[in-house]
Every structure is written in C-alpha cells, then in structure tokens.
C-alpha cells in the first residue's frame, strides 16, 4: 500500500475514533502522525510528543485494529506511562503498561491486532498493579515501541541518542525529525529537524509532558462526560489518575467564571452620552447558593478554606452568595446572605451531626421559584441526592470517592 494511501488509512481510523469513541478520539488528536524511516520501528512507537509507525505494518491492519493501535499509542501518553515507571524495570514496566492499555480498550469496544498483550485477569488494575503480577524474566512482546525511555542516561535523565546502538540511533533521527504534539486547539506545531539528544525528554520535559497530557486528559473526559459518551471504566481510571493532581481551587475558579454575565451590551445611552452607538461591557452580579455539609464529614478547617476560596473568586465575578447548611435538614438559623462586596461568614456553630440529605437545599430553591446561577455543595457525597437534576448548573466539591449522580464533580485534594 502507498504511503499516500496508509496516511489516508490512519487519518479516516483517526476520524472514526472521534465519532465513535470522543474521549479516545481526542486524545489521538494530540499525536501527530509520523512515518518512521528505516527498520527501527517494526510497528507503531511513541515519544509522548507524536505517533511514529511503520507503513507496512499499517498497511496490513485491517481498519479497526488501526483504530486500535491509535488508540494504543494515545493512552500510554495521557496516562502517563513515561513518567511513572520510577525503579521498576524498563522491560516489565513496557509489558505492564501494555496490559493496562490493551484492557480498557477492549473493554471500551476496540478490536486489538492478534499480537496485542491482553489477560482478563489484569482487568481494573493499573500499570502499577500488574507489574508485581509478571514474573522478573517476562518475555512478552509489547505491541509498540516506548521511545520515551529509550537508551536513557540514568545520569543526565536523557537518551543519549548520539552513542546509543545504530537501532537507536535510527529512532532518534526519527524523534528529531518529527512534528511536536499538536496544541490544544488542534494546531500542528512543526518541529525542524536538529540535534537528536536535543529532541531527549529530561526530567523537566516528563514532568511539563506529564502536566500537559493530564490536562487534555481532563478537558477529553469532561467533554465526553457531559456528552454521555464516557464508559464506567473511563471514569474509574480517570477519577483515581486525576484526583491527586488536579487543583480543586483552580477547577472551582474555571466554573465560576464561566458563570459570569460579562458580555458586550449594543443598548442606546442616553442622549446626554452622544448619538453613537457603541459596544460595552455589561455585567450583573451572579447569584451563587452555596451548601456546606454538616453531618459531620466536613472539619472545620474544611471549611475554613472553602469558604476563603469562594471569598476570593465572588470578589472577581461580582457574585451574591446564598449560604446554607444542611446534614439531612436545613439548618434553621439559615440561609445566610451576602453581596459581593462582602465577606461570607460562616456561622461558628452550624447545626449537624445527623443523617445526610441533598434533596432540602434544591427543595427550598424549587419552592421559591428560584433559578440560580450556580449552585456548589461542598460535602463527601454519601447520601441521599434528588432523583433528577435541576435546570441550573450544580457543582459537587467532594471530600473522599463519593460518586454524584448528576452535576460536575470536583475533588477536593
């Protein structure tokens, strides 16, 4: 097959995977395409910057396994797989990594070429996990080829490309001369060819890789949640790779803001401002219910920073916060007040230490014919929710690994 022809291949597999599966299909959005020149790549190999393969091994694929290996090459990079190995022994590390992939794929639907490495009993466990599961002198072959960790120099954090093996050496010359991993708007970003050892990851370059790619992986599940197209198994994976790391306070700062009214306003002035008509910046103060829970989950230093943090964010969206307390009942000293100008402050005794109920807080905004701009509850998530979402948008910021039936669920770390 030409190699126009394996490019046209991989780009319809790629588009495919968009359709069919959007949370992979982004990812593989990130990875330019890249032909891998001379022997060095027997397969499909990855950098964590673009997606090396060879022609003929393509070419031999039918369309979904090509799917497959995109799909492949694009999970080691968003999970990570290049910067966790630590001690662990490159070889079972590779195979270990392989295993993890291979099995949420195929639990996602995705049809794997025959060589792929796959055991049901890994099912659920990470790359971590299934490493002291294989035995020290595995002999197993992994589908791909890792370049993220190839001939690294455990003194300098980097492959020394220029004195490595000439098998090596090949795959260097090919990092060096391909495109960088595309940004996040979808923009290509050629790289020119240079210095291989320059195109080395060091340590700094796994760290800011590892950042990056954790970022797309958090924009592709939160597009794919929202859409109704992200499995449980995406979600459990996701949810333990991205609690530990994702700053609760930036992801409640991105919602807030995003409720903000501020937007250009074509209304006439009065006719003492002038005849012309020009735009403006209209903005109205947002109406912000936040529910603390009080059934004994939440300490008080919790709290103390949660309502510090919303403090410091209405003060930049001009918010008005409705402050309420709630275990399975609403306190009823509540609910407190407060414009933008103010300062919330949270009563010191709040009643509690009851059951745990979601339903009283929505109940008392239905009842008033309310419709808020936002609404967060700050709670650990076990209880009692309301059997369908409201019509306005709900933020959970949860304390441990509560689930949350509807509304946009953020960690708190």
């Known amino acids: 097959m030409p190699d126009a022809e394996v490019m046209t291949k991989l780009g319809a597999a790629r588009t495919r995977l968009i359709l069919e599966k959007p949370f992979v299909g982004a990812l593989v959005m990130h990875l330019p395409l890249v032909p891998a020149e001379g022997s060095w790549c027997g397969t499909v190999a990855t950098d964590a910057r673009a997606l090396y393969f060879n022609p003929d091994y393509i070419a031999a694929l039918d369309f979904v396994q090509t799917q497959f290996v995109l799909a492949h090459?694009?999970?080691?990079?968003?999970?990570?797989?290049?910067?966790?190995?630590?001690?662990?022994?490159?070889?079972?590390?590779?195979?270990?990594?392989?295993?993890?992939?291979?099995?949420l794929?195929?639990?996602?639907?995705?049809?794997?070429?025959?060589?792929?490495?796959?055991?049901?009993?890994?099912?659920?466990?990470?790359?971590?996990?299934?490493?002291?599961?294989?035995?020290?002198?595995?002999?197993?072959?992994?589908?791909?080829?890792?370049?993220?960790?190839?001939?690294r120099s455990p003194a300098a954090g980097t492959r020394d490309v220029t004195g490595?093996?000439?098998?090596a050496r090949e795959a260097g010359e090919a990092v060096a001369a391909a495109s960088d991993a595309w940004d996040d708007a979808g923009n290509e970003e050629p790289r020119q060819p240079g210095n291989p050892s320059q195109h080395a990851l060091s340590a700094v370059e796994r760290d800011e890789l590892a950042r990056k790619w954790q970022g797309r992986l958090a924009a592709a599940a939160q597009q794919a949640q929202q859409a109704g197209r992200l499995g449980e198994s995406w979600l459990r994976t996701i949810d333990h790779l991205l609690q530990p790391r994702l700053p609760w306070r930036q992801m409640l700062a991105r919602y807030m803001m995003s409720a903000a009214r501020d937007d250009y306003s074509f209304q006439r002035l009065s006719r003492r401002?002038?005849?012309?008509?020009?735009?403006?910046?209209?903005?109205?103060a947002i109406d912000v219910h936040v529910v603390i829970d009080t059934s004994g989950s939440i300490g008080e230093h919790e709290i103390a920073e949660f309502v510090a943090e919303v403090n410091a964010l209405k003060g930049q969206v001009r918010a008005q916060v409705t402050l309420h307390a709630c275990d399975e009942r609403l306190d009823s000293r509540g609910p407190w007040a407060f414009q933008p100008w103010e300062t919330i402050v949270v009563p010191k005794r709040l009643a509690g230490g009851g059951g745990t109920s979601f339903v009283p807080p929505f109940e008392w905004i239905a009842t008033r014919h309310l419709k808020p701009d936002l609404v967060i509850y700050f709670t650990d998530a076990e209880g009692e929710f309301p059997p369908q979402a409201p019509d306005y948008p709900v933020i959970w910021l949860v304390k441990g690994r509560g689930a949350v039936p509807w509304g946009e669920r953020i960690q708190l770390n």
């Open 273 to 284: 401002e002038g005849d012309a008509l020009l735009p403006r910046l209209a903005s109205g």
């Open 164 to 167: 490595a093996a000439p098998q």
């Open 73 to 103: 090459e694009a999970m080691h990079c968003a999970l990570a797989h290049f910067a966790r190995r630590s001690h662990r022994v490159r070889r079972r590390w590779d195979i270990a990594c392989d295993y993890a992939v291979n099995q």
């Open 105 to 151: 794929l195929i639990d996602d639907g995705l049809k794997p070429p025959p060589e792929a490495l796959w055991n049901p009993d890994f099912r659920g466990l990470s790359a971590e996990e299934i490493y002291p599961l294989l035995p020290p002198d595995a002999e197993s072959t992994t589908l791909d080829r890792h370049l993220f960790d190839e001939a």
